[in-house]
């Protein structure tokens, strides 16, 4: 047993980012607690059959859980911190079989996750204090890359920039997907539901074949990787009989500890291309311009667009571009667009493909937005394969590629340090982040309520959204200085303020921070909640001890520990 957390990570960027991440907690002593009904003496011996079956430096305690909180938290919301009673490390299905036989016997509750990056969320804290803290990190082998039928099958612990690394040493015609901070779990990332920017950046609908060990230790695999010698164990959804593999995302029902995910073939060309607006109700026009050209297939991937305040937070601090009180008035914003050569609001797509293609495709874009959308500017750079060949990622400017050509980065992590204002400031997040639909009117007023209600507690609306065909993922991202009591109690009440709202239009979010997951669950109320009913069923080992309260699903043993709807 250790009270010191070895690296995590081999890259020193990342490293380095994960270091910093951790830092500079508020509280700096990590408490020492027990999981729920559970003895001392009990876990004692817990601790010591762990260390026999992992090993004594896969076992942290103490001082070695100080990367196993969330290192966003804010006391002023009102909730016990969440802190882990210890943490383990397995590195094998062995050990991870081993480890959940001695969980069980003692009734201990383990939080599962594969690189305990989803900050702004909760990062690796778990629901329920008290938890042993389940890091699958070690667990980091890139099992296969196929390269004529674009796929790969990794563990947890493979992050999008060490799958970006084998594919580019070994030089093949593939681009991995990767979300906007590389540091990310492929798997970890993808379960939540997170998203990249090339045309296989939707990661959860690019998933095929699971491996999952299950509460009891057993192992199930999905669609045809259920067969032990399929060849299409990794290249379709198809099963025979129910598909399971929803069953895994978001989920607290098993443990992914194989997936195959689609990569990106690589193309011949790739055009980056900008659409950005003067006015804030142009997102109107945005939002039914290029929705419906995802909807007729014009643009088939995925469509950004970003608010100006978001993105000036990559360029300066907001000091720095507002030396007054409350947010950045509208007038300044003004003035901004033409210092940062950007809209009020810009859409950012790529295409991807044979260059003639693409060439069409973009022609009929131009066409649309002429005709549609006189009030923006439209703007592309093509980039293609010498002599016609395959397009290199690497050759693309990163101005105009980077992650929008699977190149992972740490690109946009300045924006936590927004509102750092002293040379001890230390910048934090949180996000509110709901379903809208694809409608102009609705989500020009939603922008209108939510850009308001940050105002009220003096923040700029930092914010940005995912156009997929009929939805929209919209993001707003809640900085603050965590070392400034006003502004995590300021941006705590910006957060149940949007919530507030959001639920009354029937809005939810997509996920959750670990202290949210019961009022986002609660919104799901058809017929007495028969959705959470239906899932809770499926949780049928008695011990309670995979992940209790993820997403608000919970164990019949602890089910007393979940919250009421925060509206009653």
Known sequence: MTNNAPPK???????AAHDEAFSKPLFPKIETVLPPDVSQEDFDTALKHLIEVLGKDSVLTGEGLKEYVDPYEIPESGRERNVPSAAVCPSSMPELQALLKVVNEHKIPVWTFSRGKNLGYGGPA?????????????????????????YAVVEPGVTFGDLY???????????????????????????????????????????AGMEVILANGDVVRTGQFAMSNSPSAHITKLTFGPTIDGLFIQSNLGIVTKMGINLTPQPQAYMACSFDVPEFEHIETIVDVFGELRRNGTLPYMVYVFYIAEWATMFGKHSEWWKGDGPIPDWRLREMQEDLDTGIWTVKFGLYGPTEVIKAQFDEVRRVVAKDAPVGRLRQALFTGENGGLLEATAVSPLYGGVRVGIPSMWNIPMVNYYNLRKDSVGAHGAYSPIVPLDGRTVL?????AKGICAEQGFDFLCDFFMHERYAIFVTMLCFDKTSREQRTGVDKVFHRLFEEGSRRGFAK????????????????????????FVETLKVNPNGVLSPGKMGIWPQRLKHLRESSWMD
């Not at 202290?515 to 959470?532: G, T, V």
């Open 165 to 207: 690394e084998y594919c580019a040493n070994n030089k093949l015609k593939v681009w991995p997907s990767t979300a906007s901070l590389g540091w990310g779990s492929v798997i970890g990332n993808t379960l939540d539901r997170g998203m990249g920017f090339i045309p296989t950046g939707v990661h959860h609908e690019n998933v």
């Open 445 to 449: 007023e939603w922008a209108r309520t």
């Open 9 to 15: 990570y081999s890259d020193p960027l990342y490293q």
């Open 510 to 533: 997509y996920r959750a921070h670990i202290n949210h997951m019961d009022l986002n669950a609660e919104l799901f109320d058809f017929n007495n909640h028969a959705y959470r009913r």
């Open 126 to 150: 778990p629901r329920v204090s008290g938890c042993i803290a389940l890091d699958l990190h070690r667990m980091n082998k890139i099992l296969e890359v196929n390269e004529k039928f674009s």
